[in-house]
């Protein structure tokens, strides 16, 4: 397989289960950690490895791998790589080239990339359509019990992981690579709230780079941290499971031990389930070899006494107003483009703490507003043309951005 993002969390725990599962790992691919990279090019052995950029060269220790470079050189390196499955675990937009080469190259996607369906699940659709359309699967109806989209890429996210398990019918004795998939009313994805889940609501527009980054449950990198807290984080799964799972019947609520990860609602009106400790282990082990890891992968168990820490509650828009604008983005999903590139611009002035935490929110619903409206984006050039006009327009709204 081709880890790309290998020394961040997800990108060593799927070194971890490689090696577990006796897997070859062929190529790695890593940003700026270089002293990291050097030791896992050490243990791993890749044919293949790749960098973000051409300055770190010169403390890059390759042994006897081939080195490649920048975007372009790591999209070099998945086409002559032998490997059919591909896991993204790059951050940020920055992820989303290789996604769509991983496509093109009708390869598997393991997808811990938010951003890749986030800005170009429209595309990313396309492409496997059109991939299928010269194929024999193009003879199977709109009322099959397959799913394409999940038949090329496998979500590392522990909530999509989870819809993923509770929903796959998996051919254990025949071990097929077509899974199909039970019928559903409706999905629901859990979220932890974030740090500010019980801070005074008065307290909140003013709340400060240190109170955002406390997060209640999770020690996560800043970005992420902050996302949680305005539920930006939440938004953007809510858009990845709709283009994976093909509904706009998806919904979130609180849950604050971040035990259950995710429910489903059959036709019948009963629920069931994904409740663990989180592991991305897991979700990692079935995206490498489903049928092993169901035979032969464990995490740490639950206790009974673990179930009374599960608590519910529903989001509320005075808490995290951006949640109102779910229904929106579920009925134009292009406009999770502007989300994505207005957030970036604004969570980068708050962490200079140049601009106050309630700017988070208010000037991405502005950009939204504004956008609404505009062409649907179908090429990564008019992605890029779209992602600049919400960032130009956040500028904007930033710069007059009126004091409370």
Request: glycine share 4%; charged share 20%; aromatic share 10%.
């Amino acid at each position: 397989m081709v880890i790309l993002g290998s020394t961040g969390s997800i990108g060593i725990n799927a070194q971890k289960v490689a090696k577990q599962f006796n897997i070859e790992i062929e190529a790695l691919a890593c940003g700026s950690n270089i002293a990291l990279f050097n030791e896992q090019i050490r243990e791993c052995k890749p044919k293949f490895v790749a960098i973000a950029d051409e300055k770190n060269l010169n403390m890059l220790q390759p042994q006897d791998s081939i080195v490649f470079v920048g975007e372009e050189g790591i999209c070099k390196m998945l086409e002559i790589c032998k490997s059919q499955k591909i896991l993204n675990a790059v951050v940020g937009y920055a992820g989303l080239s290789f996604s769509l080469k991983t496509i093109a190259l009708q390869k598997e996607l393991i997808l811990a990339n938010k951003e890749s369906l986030v800005v170009a699940g429209h595309l990313i659709k396309q492409n496997i359509m059109q991939n299928l359309e010269s194929t024999k699967d193009s003879k199977h109806t709109e009322s099959s019990t397959r799913n394409y989209m999940l038949e090329h890429i496998f979500p590392i996210d522990s909530e999509h992981f989870s819809l993923w398990s509770l929903l796959a019918i998996l051919d254990s004795k025949n071990k097929s690579n077509i899974t199909h998939y039970k019928a559903f009313k409706n999905l629901y994805i859990t979220a932890s709230g974030g740090a500010l889940r019980d801070f005074p609501l008065e307290k909140i527009p003013y709340a400060t780079l240190s109170d955002v980054l406390k997060h209640p449950t999770w020690s996560m990198g800043q970005k992420i941290t902050i996302d949680s807290a305005t539920l930006v984080n939440k938004l953007y799964e809510i858009l990845e499971a709709y283009w994976l799972f093909d509904t706009k019947n998806i919904h979130a609520f609180i849950e604050r031990s971040s035990l259950v990860h995710a429910f489903i609602e059959s036709s019948d009106n009963s629920l069931n389930a994904s409740v663990s400790h989180a592991d991305m282990c897991l979700p990692l082990a079935y995206g490498m070899d489903r049928f092993k890891a169901q035979n032969s992968f464990c995490i740490t168990p639950l206790s009974i006494n673990d179930f009374v820490k599960i608590n519910f509650q529903e989001i509320q828009t005075d808490r995290y107003p951006l949640w109102a604008y779910k229904d929106l983005l579920l009925d134009c999903p292009h406009l999770g483009i502007a989300l994505n590139s207005s957030n970036e611009l604004v969570q980068q002035y708050f962490l200079q703490e140049k601009l106050p935490f309630y700017a988070l929110a208010e000037v991405s619903m502005q950009v939204l507003e504004k956008m609404q409206d505009t062409k649907i984006p179908n090429t990564l050039e008019s992605i890029l043309a779209f992602r600049q006009e919400a960032r130009a327009l956040a500028d904007f709204f930033i710069k007059n951005l009126k004091q409370r």
